[in-house]
């Protein structure tokens, strides 16, 4: 069975008097383990595909079962513990809690889980060394570059060793050579540690380094052609 | 929620400006509040005094300066059954009006001053006070007040006496008074008053009935030389601080004043922290905080700013009141402002109290708030 299945998904907001659909009965299955690029003209609904897999927002109707849990039926309190558990987000303005260290925000999400000091320190490690970060482990968010800043958001996202990384345009606010530097972080990610990734992006390079790739089209979802240039991870679809 | 408290605390040195200000406008209104408190606490220990000591005072007559009571009525008094002592005080006062820089002279037997009164000598002598006739026993607050020092004179209008002794009291409204003996007192010039007092004080036996020995001794005396008006010592200085007590009454809205203005400012500066934050909070929701942690996050943040604010206040007016050793007197009688650990307690109780009204309705706007919008001011 497909580690994320989204099953019948249906998205409506309204706008003023008018009712927009940015997601309508949109089925996807998402194997463990695999990389997924998900691409799309502006307002297509990507961001919102994401959160609905992310469980920071609900849909009108359907179905997403993650890793066996049909998070549509959770509660607000049990989603939020869910997403500490399964979820690792990376924002595309990296997001960082300005006042905390890069160690500290990296830690932060380990703080919601049962877990003592030094086995937060531990991960914290890996997940710095995982990103290169080690030296900047005490530098707060102000005396990074941006890409620091970025490999920071993504330490933090892998850091619970999440059941899917999501990442929401993580190069849209980089230059290209950074932007170059995060996917290939991504992407080693990817291969070392088997992590599962769906990343919205509009960047066709991008998206080309993703096994799978995703477009999305006036609300529906639409298979592109195996991507050239990077591994294939077994259990793809 | 402690392992969140670096974050907390860092946030509110990032802001520190703004924390700054809260804090010190919640340490103000706390500061104004603790006075207020503390007023109320010295009236009410004023007014709710031991029943067993009734003052007998000159029937219709409410300033010291115009009561003149016989001193033998002390005999007829002593008498009484339930009655175990009789002290006769003249009293003389610099100030008959609401005051906050009342001096009054209290003058009794100086071998009855030192077995009624639970009075600890800090300085001095009562050897020196009992052997010279124009000595005197200061209350501490008073001599701190004024710089009174032992050996030295002082003088109020026509009455100058040598302070034989400094002293401490557990009532902390005598520490206002000076003590000296009566027949000096009566016979200082301006009042000659040989022979008469202000007021009897009436020590009663556990067992007497207040009330009832009161009306007895008013009866007794109704047929003497001065009609009197007995009542217990707490009824009396109620009676004298009347007006007084007025104004403190009033003095309880301003107390709630400085709350209610203490609770607008930290709601104020909370909803301007969850304002500029609502996206740095939708982030911590991202990462799995709950509605319950942001909630948390918000009311720790406001309860920490009332309560430091609070500390600070209630820490600034102990130190004031006791160094200033202020009171406000009328008719000779005072009202000590004195911090205790009831007001400190009380206090600190309302700051915390404060902060969590302050904070409940900002920490619900950013625990509710949309995570998918509220990320769009993240960017």
């Known amino acids: 069975m497909a580690l994320i299945h989204v099953n019948q998904v249906t998205k409506q907001f309204r706008k003023g008097a008018e009712t927009i659909t940015p997601l309508k009965e949109a089925e996807l299955q998402i194997e463990r383990g695999q990389f997924v690029s998900l691409m799309g003209a502006s307002g297509t609904g990507k961001s919102t595909l994401l959160n609905l897999i992310a469980g920071i927002d609900k849909p009108t109707s359907g179905r997403i079962i993650v890793d066996g849990t049909d998070i549509t039926r959770l509660s607000r309190t049990k989603l939020a513990a869910w997403r500490a558990r399964n979820i690792g987000y990376i924002f595309q303005t990296h997001n960082l809690i300005p006042v905390l260290t890069a160690y500290e925000n990296i830690e932060l999400p380990l703080m919601l889980l049962p877990m003592n000091r030094s086995e937060r320190r531990r991960r914290v490690e890996v997940a710095l060394t995982a990103v290169d970060l080690v030296d900047r482990a005490n530098h707060y968010p102000r005396q990074l570059s941006g890409g620091q800043e970025q490999r920071v958001g993504i330490a933090r996202a892998i850091v619970t060793d999440p059941t899917v990384v999501v990442a929401d345009e993580p190069t849209g606010d980089l230059d290209t050579e950074t932007s170059a530097q995060i996917l290939e972080l991504l992407e080693r990610l990817n291969d070392e540690l088997d992590t599962t990734l769906l990343m919205v992006t509009h960047d066709p390079d991008a998206a080309a380094i993703a096994e799978r790739r995703l477009k999305l089209d006036h609300g529906r979802l639409i298979e592109h052609a195996q991507a050239a240039a990077p591994a294939v991870h077994a259990g793809a679809s | ?379």
């Not at chain 2, 175990?84 to 003058?107: H, K």
């Not at chain 2, 009866?219 to 007995?230: C, P, V």
């Not at chain 2, 107390?255 to 939708?282: K, N, P, Q, S």
């Open chain 2, 1 to 379: 929620m402690f392992k969140f408290a670096p974050y907390l605390l860092k946030t509110l040195w990032r802001h520190r400006t703004r924390t700054l200000l809260t804090v010190s406008g919640s340490a103000v209104a706390l500061f104004v509040f603790c006075f207020v408190l503390t007023v109320r606490q010295g009236l009410q220990r004023l007014t709710q005094q031991d029943d067993s000591v009734l003052i007998v005072f000159q029937a219709n007559k409410f300033c010291p300066a115009t009561s003149h009571l016989p001193q033998d009525y002390d005999q007829v008094i002593s008498r009484m059954p339930g009655v175990r002592d009789v002290v006769p005080i003249q009293v003389f006062t610099n100030n008959c009006r609401a005051s906050l820089d009342v001096v009054v002279f209290y003058g009794a037997p100086a071998e009855k001053v030192r077995r009624v009164r639970d009075f600890e000598l800090i300085d001095g002598s009562w050897g020196e006070f009992e052997s010279h006739q124009d000595a005197a026993i200061v209350g501490q607050a008073l001599a701190s007040r004024r710089g009174i020092q032992v050996g030295e004179r002082f003088s109020v209008g026509d009455v100058t006496v040598a302070v034989a002794g400094l002293f401490t009291s557990q009532n902390r409204a005598e520490e206002d008074y000076v003590y000296c003996h009566l027949d000096f007192l009566q016979r200082t010039r301006g009042l000659d008053l040989v022979g008469t007092v202000t007021q009897h004080e009436v020590w009663l036996e556990d067992s007497a009935d207040p009330e009832q020995a009161a009306a007895a001794i008013d009866e007794k005396l109704k047929s003497g030389q001065i009609e009197t008006d007995t009542r217990t010592k707490g009824a009396f200085q109620a009676s004298s601080l009347a007006d007084l007590i007025h104004l403190i009454d009033l003095s309880r809205y301003l107390g709630w004043a400085c709350l209610f203005l203490m609770a607008v400012l930290l709601a104020t500066t909370t909803i301007m922290t969850v304002e500029d934050r609502i996206g740095e909070h939708a982030v911590l929701q991202t990462l799995g905080f709950s509605t319950r942690h942001v909630f948390r996050l918000v009311m720790s943040e406001t309860v920490l700013l009332s309560v430091v604010g609070g500390c600070v206040g209630i820490a600034l007016a102990v130190l004031a009141l006791s160094q200033s050793a202020l009171s406000v007197g009328a008719e000779a009688v005072t009202i000590a402002f004195e911090p205790s650990w009831d007001m400190v307690l009380t206090a600190a109780l309302t700051s915390l109290v404060i902060g969590l009204i302050a904070g409940i309705a900002p920490a619900a706007r950013a625990a509710k708030a949309d995570i998918v919008t509220a990320l769009r001011f993240s960017g």
